[in-house]
Structure formats: structure tokens, C-alpha cells
């Protein structure tokens, strides 16, 4: 027997000692039974990255921790968010040298802070809320395991009294990834739009920073090849990448090794701001789900990656059906252009989510829109990105009494969710309500509040039956006259995950 015989076997039989093998179960001569379904089991293991909140002196922050209550799961566990650290000193563009004035009393100082968390979950089903004042917040990273894990939620919300920007802030802490899309970014003079890059790993991650303009890609000097450091969250101001100003750009981040979490934050000088989230990945039909009822204005923007054009059908699923947005039936994107149309006030006091559909054959794209609320001075804007569906669970979090608006939409078929409001931060008791969804319609449902509600809550949503369905919850508060709002899309958690049968086979080592 030569040596890598001898090794395979050791090999394989640790591995069938650890997690068995799984034996093949189609029917054969033998009369091999036939294969069982995979089982769903809670996630054991869920990460998160949070951006840098704000760079004003005027943010006040919080963040909500929340994971539902799953069956199935561990009986000990934790979740908690730790600062990235001390941003990187190697990123792109000219950031300038880092300040060295601090001593190495302060720098430790800082070291043992970054080891104590910001936020430590308690239980699941009661949300858990810290609060950060000013310009100093840093990125964040967090990991939920055992009973913690499937379904963990966070969020950061912030009030920007002031400046660029100003308004309510909100953003959904992501799992870090390789590939992210954001539709509805600006190099505008108006705009300050940043691309958050945080990396919750022990090892550098190299990125490339794309823009896609209505001509195509815009010419860039120093968007490929950014290293994020181990621990640390980078902010990449757009305009530092290209000389180009254009009101509608797609940014298009790739990692080359490693793995990242991505958010642009957009500011504007006049209509506030908010955090665009990234679209679901490229795909032939979109749905950009709940776009308030009190919109003044609608801009829709859509990437076509690739050479391929795309001819798309565009629909605004109301609460009475579907309908075709006057003057905006169709809408023709050339391949590896951003296409960016403008809907006013198309909402007409009604909710509504807008879904594409291809005209001819399918060619994928990304999409967002940009929605408006107020007038005049007191205007505030929003994000809301093409999302997946709320599949089995989504969760959104931060919920208040009376400033949650919950837009649900069946785009192809008839629906019943369940809507579970969880106790509150502070106290109170959890509630359940049933909805159905009629088929090309978006409902803005009532939103079920904790009985005895002290705090914040966070608001599960669930499939019972029927078609898929697509959501966004919107927070709104009142800001020294202006309304201010964000809204935030309720994509399935994926808090349980699909697990073959497996056996101990060991004839396979006489193969």
C-alpha cells in the first residue's frame, strides 16, 4: 500500500468519524431505499458588519439586536457586535497620513475599549438596544452563534439634527460578501455618497470599486485594488474616484480575495439622506417593495451589467391591483448603462411597490429607487433596493409605536403572512396577527403592537401559504419640521438551512 493510498484512508475515515458519509440512496439492484428528504436546521453560526454610522458631530445612533425565538435550536449561545478598530492605514485615494499624535497610553486605551462589545444579545425574542453619540463611532463586527444564530437582526438608526445628510438614517447590519451592487448612487455636486467597506476577518481583503454612468463605465484613478484591513471599515468618497459628476451611478463592488461588508451612505446637501443597501443580485424580474403612500417624488434607477440591452415592463402593485405608471410602460436599458427615470408623484396617496418584468426575453439587472417625502426645505429621501422575498422568516427591527409603516406585496399569486410584533426593549408582551395579500397588490398592513409596550420591538414577518411575497418596513419621525423617514427591504433570513441524511459508509473505502 503507497503512501497516498494510506493517506486517503486516514482521511476519509476521520471524516466519516466526524460527520459520516452520505450514502448514495438511488434505487439500484440492490433495492437501496430511496433518498430522504434533506432536513431544515437552525443556522449555528450567523456574522454581521455595520457601518460607520456618521462623520457629524450631530448623529445620535442606536443599535437594536434581535433574533427570533427558533425551534430547534441550542440551549446556550451568544450575539454580540465588537468595533472593527482603528481604520486601516492602507486604502485608496489620497486619505492622508494617519494622526500619530496619540500616545501608546491612548492607543492601548482604545485596544482594550475595541475588546469589550458594544452590544450583547440577551435572549431571543427581546430586542436589545445601545445608544453612540457623535462622529466617533466606528465600524462594527459581530457573530451570533448556538440559539442566537438563525435569524439575527441588527440595525443601526441615526438622527442627523443638521448639515448634509440631515435626517433619519437607517441601515440593516449585513453578512460580509464578495460581490455587491448599488443602483442610485451620485458623483453629483449636491451629493456626498460614500461606499462603506468593512472586513470582519484576521486577513487584508483586496476591492474594486467600479462606476457605471448613463454612458457606461465611468473613468476611474484609484478604484481597483483597495485593501481593507484585517478588523477594520473603510469610507470611500465617491467623487475622490472619478472627476466625472453625474446624478445616477451604479457602483459595483468586487472582491478579489477575502470578503467584505458594503453600504453606501448618500447625503445630500438639500434632501437629507439615507443608507442605500445593496440590490439583489443581477436577475431578469425585480421587485422594489413598498414605496410610501406619501411620496412626493420617485426616481427609478436600473443597471443592465453585461453588453446584453433590457426591455423592461414596469408595474406599480397598488392596494386595489396592478397598474401601469403613465408615460413610464416600458423602459429600455442599454447593457453596462445606468438608466435612471423619473415617476414624480406616482403613488397618488396610495402604497405601492414597483415591479419589473422583462418586455421581450429576460437580461438581468439591478435596480433602486430614490424616494422623496416633504416639500421644499423640509424634504427627506430614502432608499429602497430591488430585494429577495421574505421566503420563510424576515425581521425588521427599531420599531416604534406609532412611527412603523409595514408594506407587504404579492406580485404573482395570492398570499397569507404572519406578522408577529416581539416584546419590547423595555418590556411588554408579544403579538401575532394573520394577513392575506391578493395577487398584484401591496398592502400597507396594521401593524400589531406588543401589548404593554415599553421601548422598541422588532417585527417578524412569515410565509403561510401561497405566492412568494415582498416587504420593506419605514420608520418615520418628526425633525424640526421636516418628516423624516428610512425604509429598509425584509429579505429571508435564512436562519435555517437544508442538511442531507448521512451514514457512516465505510465500503467506500474498498472502492
Not at 435550536?73 to 492602507?90: M, N, Q, R, V, W
Not at 414596469?314 to 429600455?332: D, Q
Not at 414624480?344 to 402604497?351: C, F, K, L, S, Y
Request: aromatic letters at 4%; glycine letters at 12%.
Amino acid at each position: 500500500m503507497n503512501r497516498t493510498t494510506l493517506s486517503l484512508i486516514v482521511g476519509v475515515g476521520a471524516l466519516a468519524a466526524v460527520t459520516g458519509f452520505a450514502a448514495l440512496t438511488s434505487p439500484d439492484a440492490s433495492g437501496a431505499s430511496p433518498a430522504k428528504a434533506a432536513a431544515e436546521l437552525p443556522v449555528e453560526r450567523t456574522s454581521l458588519v455595520c457601518p460607520a454610522p456618521s462623520s457629524s458631530d450631530l448623529a445620535e445612533t442606536t443599535y437594536t439586536s434581535f433574533t427570533p425565538v427558533t425551534k430547534g435550536t441550542a440551549d446556550d449561545g451568544k450575539a454580540e457586535l465588537l468595533s472593527a478598530g482603528e481604520e486601516s492605514g492602507a486604502a485608496a485615494g489620497d486619505k492622508g497620513a494617519k494622526d500619530k499624535k496619540a500616545g501608546k497610553d491612548e492607543k492601548a486605551g482604545k485596544a482594550a475599549a475595541a475588546d469589550k462589545p458594544v452590544l450583547t444579545a440577551k435572549e431571543p425574542g427581546k430586542p436589545v438596544t445601545e445608544d453612540a453619540s457623535g462622529a466617533d463611532s466606528p465600524a462594527l463586527v459581530g457573530t451570533a452563534d448556538g440559539k442566537f444564530a438563525p435569524g439575527w437582526t441588527v440595525q443601526q438608526t441615526t438622527q442627523v439634527a443638521a448639515g448634509t445628510g440631515r435626517g433619519l438614517q437607517g441601515v440593516n447590519c449585513t453578512a460580509p460578501d464578495t460581490e455587491f451592487w448599488f443602483p442610485g448612487a451620485s458623483t453629483a455636486p449636491d451629493r456626498t455618497d460614500y461606499v462603506h467597506l468593512t472586513n470582519p476577518d484576521d486577513s487584508a481583503a483586496v476591492v474594486d470599486i467600479e462606476l457605471y454612468g448613463k454612458d457606461g463605465a465611468l473613468e476611474t484613478t484609484v478604484g481597483e485594488g483597495i485593501t481593507v484591513q484585517p478588523h477594520s471599515g473603510e469610507p470611500i468618497l465617491l467623487s475622490t474616484l472619478t472627476s466625472e459628476k453625474q446624478d445616477n451611478v451604479t457602483v459595483h463592488v468586487s472582491v478579489r480575495s477575502g470578503r467584505v461588508g458594503a453600504s453606501v451612505q448618500a447625503l445630500d446637501d438639500k434632501l437629507g439622506g439615507d443608507w442605500l443597501a445593496a440590490s439583489v443580485d443581477p436577475t431578469g424580474s425585480l421587485v422594489l417593495p413598498g414605496i410610501p403612500k406619501d411620496a412626493t417624488a420617485v426616481r427609478l434607477v436600473v443597471f443592465a451589467p453585461g453588453e446584453a440591452d433590457a426591455d423592461l415592463k414596469v408595474r406599480l402593485a397598488s392596494p386595489t391591483g396592478s397598474i401601469t405608471p403613465a408615460g413610464n410602460e416600458t423602459l429600455h436599458v442599454k447593457g453596462g448603462m445606468t438608466s435612471a427615470v423619473d415617476l414624480g408623484d406616482v403613488m397618488r396617496g396610495e402604497p405601492g411597490s414597483l415591479v419589473l418584468t422583462p418586455s421581450d426575453h429576460s437580461v438581468p439587472v439591478v435596480a433602486a429607487v430614490r424616494v422623496v417625502r416633504g416639500k421644499g426645505a423640509a424634504q427627506e429621501t430614502a432608499f429602497i433596493p430591488a430585494g429577495r422575498a421574505v421566503g420563510k422568516r424576515a425581521t425588521a427591527v427599531d420599531n416604534t409605536g406609532k412611527g412603523t409603516r409595514l408594506s407587504v406585496t404579492a406580485p404573482s399569486a395570492t398570499a397569507e403572512i404572519k406578522v408577529t410584533a416581539s416584546a419590547g426593549s423595555e418590556g411588554g408582551s408579544a403579538v401575532s396577527k394573520t394577513y392575506t395579500v391578493k395577487s398584484g397588490t401591496t398592502q400597507e398592513v396594521e401593524v400589531p403592537v406588543p401589548s404593554g409596550l415599553k421601548g422598541t420591538y422588532a417585527l417578524t414577518v412569515e410565509t403561510v401559504s401561497g405566492g412568494p411575497v415582498y416587504a420593506s418596513r419605514t420608520l418615520t419621525s418628526s425633525q424640526d419640521g421636516v418628516s423624516a423617514f428610512t425604509v429598509q427591504t425584509l429579505p429571508d433570513d435564512r436562519g435555517m438551512v437544508a442538511v442531507p441524511e448521512a451514514d457512516e459508509d465505510l465500503s467506500v473505502l474498498q472502492k
